[in-house]
Each structure stands twice: as structure tokens, then as C-alpha cells.
């Protein structure tokens, strides 16, 4: 059923003279941003950061995925500048939120950024507008807490407003796919909010995948990430089960992806890192848990992935071990610190957890890693090492994260003794390397 609302507002999509909004100008937000401005639209970016603003109207890119030429140029043109201010909403036809949904300590969502986001939107709301939450959450979060505070402004949706979720899928650094090439699915509150979402994607990305709900979409992105975390849980307690029966993991793994068939290869490591696959399937789990549902493969996962810092200074204190060394008084020096290989992030990356359980048993710990000069364990402050001789000067050598601009022969070469949690040497048979 279309309304006067509607068919202004997808006649205002469909030629691109809509005002679109995005909030949050992150690595989800700003290239979402960029990517309407290049089709033609005028883009207004929302971000509580003023610093990230002013970079932003000075057209500077601070996302790696995004080159500061394209966004100078869509500012100069203006079709993109950016405010800290929420008024602007009153103004747009459509914005898209993309602000993070981290967990808190005790593994629950932290929705405060959504509704704080969300609340400062309801206030400028009017009839003719597109909401789009995009953050990654748990299913009933656009239904159950972004549509009340719509309708508690009066406001219809799917005749007045129009309200969908379409999960990000961003994934920084990735060479063959962002945002432009990457399938976008989208669900709405009723059919009008999801045709509405889908015209507006659809200007500007290449393959739009429309849903019945936004509870379906919801869900679609928490059974990706799931996938992934079961999947990497399952490899670690094969690789802790390998170990006991003296089975060379990897090269199980590396047999077992020659099927061209119903097999995905995934990698043990020395824990579960990064912004997303560690605390989505929390969301899941936290929401079906109210519903009396126990997530026990979640909850497995975690645990195990959870337990491959320890897995990993146990094999350290037993390497050091094999040459009459004790780890307390050691000198162990961490190879790579970022959550994994080629980027410059080490938020949950088991790194730290590794460094603060060798420190507690009482090793001297450092690191080097090209894309993070400096880190804080605990409180404690740490710069990267010039590698060479930090490798040279320790008990043992620890690569947790496998850089690939790391010259690993030198590593070979110096080292006295190693422990390869990413088998980043596998080109190299020496007694001195211990693998996971
Ligand atoms: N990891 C393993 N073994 C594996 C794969 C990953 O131990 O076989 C570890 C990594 O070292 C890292 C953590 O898991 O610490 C997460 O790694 P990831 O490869 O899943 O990378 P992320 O966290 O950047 O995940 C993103 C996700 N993208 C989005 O959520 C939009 C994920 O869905 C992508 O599949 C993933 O990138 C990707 O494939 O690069």
C-alpha cells in the first residue's frame, strides 16, 4: 500500500535528489556515505565526534578503505559535509545509523550508542522519512525499541516513516570487496519500509537483497558472524585435541580444503579477536537466552575460543621448558599484536591477553608490530620493538599475529626458540619451533 509519503519520498530516492543522512562516520558509515555522494546525492554525515567532522568538511579521509581524494571532492562539490548536529535530520529524507553495539564486561549488549542515536533522530523525525539501522544487534531491536520512539512522535510507520534494518557488512582492508560490490539486505517494519530501504540501496550498490522483516535481517547478520566464531571454536579444540595424539593440525586442515565440496577451512589461533566476530553471537545469545532458549554452541565457542590465551603461555612455559628454561624471568617477545594479520587494530585481540598472562607468570614480555606502535596491557605501556634485536635478544619468540611484511627467515635465523600460533612458518622445519 503506497501513501502520499511514500511515493514522494521513493520518487526523491529514485532521481537522487533525496537529502540523505548517515550517523556514524566510521568504517561502516563514512564509505556508505561516500558511496551515495558518488551517485549523486546530497549527503549530510552525523557524528558526535567533532574531530572526525572537521576532518571530514577539510575533506580528509580517516578510514583506510576510503580515499581522501573522493571525499575532497564530493565536498568541494557539495554533496558532502558533516555536523555534530542532530537538527540537520529535519532536513533529510533518509539516514542510515551506523554507530557500534559493543558488549559490556558482563557480555550484555551495550545499546547506548543505538539509542542514544535513535532518540536524538525520534526528535527531528517527520512524516516523508527513511530510518536505516545498520549496527549489528540482537533481533527485536528495531521493532522493540527504535519504532515506539517514532510512534511516540505520532508518527505511522510504513505510511509516515518508514523503518528497516540492513546489517553492515563491511570488512576493512578487503581488496575485492566493499561497499559498493557487497550484497546488501534489508527488511522493513511493514512492505512499504522494505521496498523504500531497497530503493534507496539500490541507487548505489550493486546487489540489494530484500526480506520480509527486520527481524530477518537482524538475524541474517548474527548467523554470518555466528558461523564464523562456532567454526574458528571448533578448529581450536581440534588443535588442542591434535596436539595430545601428535597430529600436525594444520596440515589436517590443509588436506581436509582440498575437498571442493561442503568444506570451509578455518585456522586455529591464539584467540578470537576483532569488533565483530567475538561479541555479535553475544547478541544472539543474550536475546534467546530471554526467550528460554539456551545458545549452547555460542556459549561452547566462546569458552573455548576464550581459553587459547592460556592454551597458548602453557605451550610457552612448556617450549621453554624443552631447554631447561623457566618463563618466570624469561625474556618473551611477541611477534605481531593486532587482532589479525595486515591491519592496524587490536581491539579484543587475544595479543594482550597472551602478553598479560606471560607477565603475571612472571616473563619479561615485549613486542613488535609494524602496524601498532604502541599498545597498553592492563595499564601497562608498551612500544613495538625494533624487531631484530628483540628476536635476537629473547628466551623465546611468540608470533601471534602473522604479518605478512615480516621477514620470518630472519626470525628462523635469530631466534633461540619459537612458538608459531598462525603456522606463519610453514615453510620451516627446526626443533627450536613449537606450532599449535
Ligand atoms: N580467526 C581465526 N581463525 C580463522 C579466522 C579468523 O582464528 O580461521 C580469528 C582472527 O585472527 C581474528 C578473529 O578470528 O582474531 C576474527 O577474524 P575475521 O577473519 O572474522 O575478521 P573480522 O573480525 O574482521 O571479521 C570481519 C567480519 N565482517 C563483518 O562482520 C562485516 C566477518 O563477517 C568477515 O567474514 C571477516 O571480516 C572476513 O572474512 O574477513
Not at 635476537?392 to 615480516?406: E, F, G, N, P, S
Request: proline share 6%; net charge negative.
Amino acid at each position: 500500500m503506497s501513501t502520499q509519503h511514500y511515493d514522494s519520498l521513493v520518487g526523491k530516492i529514485r532521481n537522487r535528489s533525496a537529502h540523505v543522512g548517515v550517523v556514524g562516520l566510521g568504517y561502516v558509515g563514512l564509505p556508505l556515505a561516500v558511496e551515495f555522494g558518488k551517485v549523486g546525492f546530497t549527503v549530510t554525515g552525523i557524528d558526535v565526534s567533532e574531530h572526525k567532522v572537521d576532518l571530514i568538511n577539510q575533506g580528509i579521509s580517516y578510514i583506510q578503505d576510503v580515499p581522501t581524494e573522493e571525499v575532497a571532492a564530493l565536498v568541494k562539490a557539495g554533496r558532502l559535509k558533516a555536523t555534530t548536529d542532530f537538527s540537520a535530520v529535519k532536513d533529510l529524507d533518509t539516514i542510515n545509523i551506523a554507530v557500534p553495539t559493543p558488549l559490556r564486561k558482563t557480555k550484555d549488549p551495550d545499546m547506548s550508542f543505538v539509542v542514544s542515536a535513535s532518540q536524538s533522530i525520534a526528535d527531528h523525525a517527520h512524516p516523508g522519512l527513511l530510518i536505516i539501522l545498520e549496527s549489528t544487534t540482537y533481533p527485536g531491536t528495531t521493532d522493540e525499541l527504535i519504532q515506539p520512539m517514532i510512534e511516540a512522535r505520532g508518527l505511522t510507520v510504513g505510511e509516515d516513516v518508514f523503518l528497516c534494518f540492513s546489517p553492515e557488512r563491511v570488512d576493512p582492508g578487503n581488496p575485492n570487496f566493499q561497499t559498493h560490490n557487497i550484497p546488501k539486505v534489508v527488511g522493513g517494519i511493514t512492505a512499504a519500509c522494505t521496498q523504500a530501504g531497497a530503493a534507496l540501496y539500490q541507487q548505489a550498490l550493486e546487489t540489494v537483497v530484500p526480506v520480509s522483516s527486520t527481524r530477518v535481517a537482524e538475524m541474517v547478520k548474527l548467523l554470518e558472524n555466528t558461523f564464523r566464531m562456532i567454526n574458528i571454536g571448533m578448529v581450536n579444540e581440534l588443535a588442542m585435541m591434535c596436539e595430545r595424539i601428535n597430529i600436525n593440525v594444520w596440515e589436517v586442515i590443509d588436506a581436509a580444503a582440498t575437498k571442493p565440496f561442503g568444506f570451509m577451512p578455518f585456522y586455529p589461533g591464539p584467540g578470537l579477536g576483532g569488533h565483530c566476530i567475538p561479541i555479535d553471537p553475544f547478541y544472539l545469545s543474550w536475546k534467546t537466552k530471554q526467550a528460554g532458549i539456551e545458545a549452547r554452541f555460542i556459549e561452547l565457542a566462546g569458552y573455548i575460543n576464550g581459553s587459547m590465551p592460556h592454551f597458548v603461555v602453557d605451550k610457552v612455559q612448556n617450549a621453554l621448558n624443552e631447554q631447561s628454561k623457566s618463563l618466570k624471568g624469561s625474556n618473551v617477545h611477541i611477534l605481531g599484536v593486532a587482532y589479525k594479520r595486515d591491519i592496524d587494530d587490536v581491539r579484543e585481540s587475544p595479543a594482550l591477553d597472551i602478553m598479560h598472562l606471560l607477565a603475571r607468570r612472571g616473563a619479561t614480555v615485549t613486542y613488535s608490530d609494524p602496524y601498532i606502535p604502541s599498545i597498553d596491557v592492563e595499564g601497562t605501556k608498551h612500544q613495538s620493538l625494533p624487531q631484530d634485536a628483540a628476536v635476537a635478544a629473547a628466551d623465546c619468540v611468540v608470533i601471534i599475529t602473522d604479518h605478512k611484511q615480516v621477514d620470518y627467515s630472519s626470525v628462523v635465523q635469530n631466534a633461540r626458540l619459537i612458538v608459531d600460533t598462525r603456522n606463519a612458518l610453514k615453510k620451516f622445519s627446526d626443533p627450536k619451533i613449537f606450532r599449535l
